[in-house]
């Protein structure tokens, strides 16, 4: 999905509350001396390192000339240099039973490294009862791998992954050996960043900056031939020794990841962009060894050739290879013929608030998308989108590259630009595709190679989360959009304990002069965001589920126009948004991206929950604020979504909540899932004058119904228009809405 940026000014420095798996405590017994703590919201990414030889210049210039031709005595000395890739990295703390393991990778360019690691806790074996297996005796024949007998990763496979729940530190190196050096010890610096975990505030905690004297030293037999192995004591700034580090090359890589790539009947595979680029070139590029794995190419078209988001995350689940993400970075590509919320592409996984509740593993992409027949689209123009091969690849890496962590970036033609704006800027005589560039733009590398892991792995932290690294996003460059004015008006300012709140928004051009702004205010366009603060003055932060923009769709507005939309608010990324009785303010953000930077305007309004009226509404409220699935049910819709859907069943049972939740489910019942057809009868026997429905549910309704198969279905049918004509009349885009129902 080409994404809009997130908004890390305002936005609260917690992630969602689902992501990543919960962080285990680092144990009591600390291996650092006690600092105060740096109150940074997130790490910076390491500085290149320039290039600063220890070898005498003298003798430097000696050994860069052809000593064949010399009449020296052979040198007696070694030279010794830091090769680049993934290093197996084991931190031992001084007087503890347990350590921590991860890797360290170093980058060479040109004349400049760049380090950085991640360290994960090492939890001991148990001493009694005795471990069962019992550890063999290494010399005997038959003895098993004792790496995996002791839950050590073994050098010999790689790149090492480990599991995500016991992430603990990421390693910010600000010094190492640069060049060559004739003395086999050199210093190595980093910074210490104590990951809190995700939902932690702030996220990061910075303890320190540390030293190792590194020595180098023999690889033990099970490294790869030729590898860099050292040790080294850790100390604190203060001098004092705190533990001690080892750390061995395992790869020329820096990280490793598969792409599992499954294809429904007359789908395109994006394999490769059918003039030399394929997923290999693009990632070795950034120090990634990229495994594609073509996979299913029979995945069953669930409700016709058009998916939601739901489905696709369905087919994810039920066809992709066994695959565990504590053991294997895996990212899942879905070829399909058509997606109903973006016209190309998506990152569907962005918050991991879905049935599996792991965010960014999975994307889709649609072959049966028609590019249109118009300039700039250039030599593909009116072509189908899978047999364009150049842009539907340049698409998959696109989605991709959201699905480790990234943003938009509009610096360059790269992969993290949008396919529109690539195609706009075409200068004759080159057209589109031919200028696109097949590589992320530098700051882009940077965050794919050094980035803590918690933000490229899948399963980390949600998307949407700011980079570790400034400036954070061309968000630090926000302007208010001066001549706009937003206005936030509620559906119901007063609201029973547990019912969604619903808001009308319209964006209005208030000048004398014409001024870009979004085409749709939907969430799902990803330009609208914002925060509600409880009674107690608590701020809580809301997003979209799901930003499924392909493009960055602007269009100029004249003098006085007016666009509106609906937004339903329930959960956030701190959980539910209206858990107490009382009054609440709500602020909302409408934010876009502009040639060098960002623009925005906002709006407020408020509203007051009343508290429970009965025992059975108390017990309905809590199930639905208890239940983050409960969002899912309200925004994405599916019978995959069990627990989401039996809150909204508890909703609907009781008498205060029905009329707020009963859309909810007619609309889950009136589209087919999968196997089961749409049952136009039940949804209309929740949908009466008492419905509580926005415009754009209304909307959403009425277009539901114009797909839907009516035969035999007439009278549900008039039913339902019936109640979406009685309460069009009084609704936001009145006009609008009553000529979409006469169609019907």
Known sequence: METAQPKPKKASKKAADYAPSTVMPTPAHEPFAPQPETPVGFPPLPDAIATQSQVPQELFQTVSEDISTLDLPRPVFRFYSLNAGCYLVRFDPVGTLYHYDGTIRVERSAFNVTASGDLYYHKPLPIWPIPIPPIPILDSPTHQDVHALLGEPNPANGIPKFARSRYRYYLRI??????????????????????????????????????????????????????????????????????????????????????????????????????????????????????????????????????????????MLARRDSSNLDAEWRYHVLAVKNIDSTPRG????????????????????????????????????????????????RTALHEIGHAMGLYHNTVDFGIMNTTDVIAAGAVAPVQFPDNIKWAHAADDQKRLRHMPDVFVRPGGIAFGTPYPTHPISPDDEHVEAVGLSLQVSPLHD??????????????????????????????????????????????????????????????????????????????GAEGALFPIAGAYTIEVEVSWDMPGGHAGVSGTANVFVTGARTDSHASAALKV????????????????????????????????????????????????????????????????????????????????????????????????????????????????????????
């Open 625 to 744: 604020l208890s239940t983050p699935d409960a969002l899912l049910s309200i925004v994405l819709t599916g019978d995959h979504l069990t627990e989401g859907n039996e809150a909204i069943q508890a909703a609907l049972a009781d008498e205060t909540l029905h009329p707020h939740f009963a859309y909810v489910e007619a609309k889950r019942l009136a589209q087919p899932f999968i196997d089961r057809p749409a049952n136009l009868e039940a949804a209309a026997s929740l949908l009466t004058d008492e419905t509580v429905m926005s415009s754009a549910e209304i909307r959403k309704c009425a277009k539901l119904l114009g797909k839907a198969d009516t035969k035999g279905n007439k009278d549900a049918k008039g039913k339902i228009v019936d109640v979406l004509a009685s309460k069009a009349k009084g609704s936001a885009n009145a006009d609008a809405l009553e000529a979409a129902l006469t169609k019907l």
């Open 494 to 571: 007063v609201l029973p304990i547990g019912a969604p709140a619903r808001f009308e928004i319209s964006l209005t051009n208030d000048s004398l002069y014409l001024l870009p702004a979004p085409v749709s205010l939907q969430m799902k366009n990803g330009f609208v965001s914002g925060r509600v603060t409880d009674p107690s003055g608590t701020v809580r932060t809301f997003k979209p589920l799901i930003i499924c923009v392909e493009e960055v769709p602007l269009a100029y507005m004249q003098p006085n126009d007016v666009r509106t939309e609906s937004i339903t608010l329930l959960r």
């Open 174 to 315: 600000t010094q190492i050996l640069e060049g060559i050096s004739v003395s086999s010890t050199f210093t190595m610096a980093f910074e210490m960043w104590k990951f809190k975990g995700a939902t932690a505030s702030p996220m990061w905690g910075n303890e320190g900056l540390f030293t190792a004297e590194m020595t180098f030293g023999s690889a033990p037999a099970s490294y790869p031939a030729g590898a860099d192995y050292l040790t080294g004591k850790v100390k604190n700034n203060r001098g004092v020794v705190v533990g001690t580090l080892t750390m061995g090359q395992v790869s020329k890589f820096l990280r490793e990841a598969t792409v599992e790539i499954d294809t429904v009947s007359g789908s395109e595979a994006p394999l490769d962009s059918g003039a030399g680029h394929t997923w290999q070139s693009v990632f070795s590029a950034v120090g990634w060894k990229l495994n594609v794995l073509p996979s299913h190419t029979d995945i069953a078209e669930p409700s016709g050739n058009s998916w939601s988001d739901g489905e696709m995350h369905a087919a």
């Open 346 to 393: 998506i990152m569907y996984d962005a918050g991991g608030t879905d049935s599996n509740n792991v965010p960014r593993e999975g994307i889709g992409i649609a072959s049966h998308w028609t590019i249109p027949n118009v300039n700039p689209w250039g030599r593909v123009k009116g072509q189908r989108f899978g047999a364009a091969k150049a842009p539907y690849f």
